[in-house]
């Protein structure tokens, strides 16, 4: 099974969970529970933690050794997203211009959550996608209307400019960059001794 198509049922497993359309209730709580940000820094912001908490774990370890393999395989909004800036041939590669904001907003998010104030914690790809879905189910407020504009924004952003959300925005996208960065500085440094030697 190619990538598209792995990409693509998980789009759809995502959404199903989203919608809550299962009898289980806390099955919504499933897909976004992956996102370290979400479980981790939203246990450190809470002060509290559950069983849901771990599930940000493996995502954070098969980061460090596989670069960006979410965004690659399980993110909906980087499948989407990539599907919509395929219709604006002319603008790809423009996204390189940009500033890398997503690891000022990563370093945002950890010092809020470690102060307890979740900030920026909405800009997780999954509580966008989640909240787009989730947002359609309660009396339509202006609560509920920005959790569910957050993930068309996002598309939009991604039409005009493709690429520019998950290299430059994203901050989960941003912290799977710093992992694999900090495992390439990890792997340099006993070449760097023996050549010293």
């Known amino acids: 099974m190619n990538r598209n198509r792995i990409r693509a049922l998980v789009f759809l497993a995502a959404a199903v969970l989203a919608a809550q359309v299962l009898p289980w209730r806390e099955a919504a709580m499933l897909f976004p529970s992956l996102s370290p940000l979400l479980s981790l820094l939203g246990a450190l912001a809470a002060r509290t933690a559950t069983a849901w908490v771990f599930l940000g774990v493996p ?14 395989y399980a993110c909906p909004v980087g499948f989407a997203t990539e599907g919509i800036g395929r219709w604006n041939r002319r603008s790809r590669g423009k996204f390189a211009r940009l500033p890398n904001l997503g690891r000022g907003l990563l370093l945002i998010l950890a010092g809020g959550a470690a102060f307890g104030y979740p900030l920026f914690i909405w800009l997780d790809p999954l509580a966008l996608f989640g909240g787009f879905f989730s947002a359609w189910r309660a009396p339509l407020t202006w609560t509920s209307f920005a959790l569910a504009a957050g993930f068309p924004l996002v598309l939009l952003l991604s039409w005009i400019l493709p690429q520019a959300w998950c ?27 023996k050549s010293v030697v």
């Open 59 to 72: 995502v954070l370890i098969l980061g460090y050794f596989r670069s960006r393999w979410f965004c690659r």
């Open 167 to 193: 290299h430059r925005i994203c901050p989960l996208g941003a912290a799977q960059d710093l992992l694999a960065l900090a495992r390439r500085k990890l792997e340099t440094r006993p070449a760097d001794r």
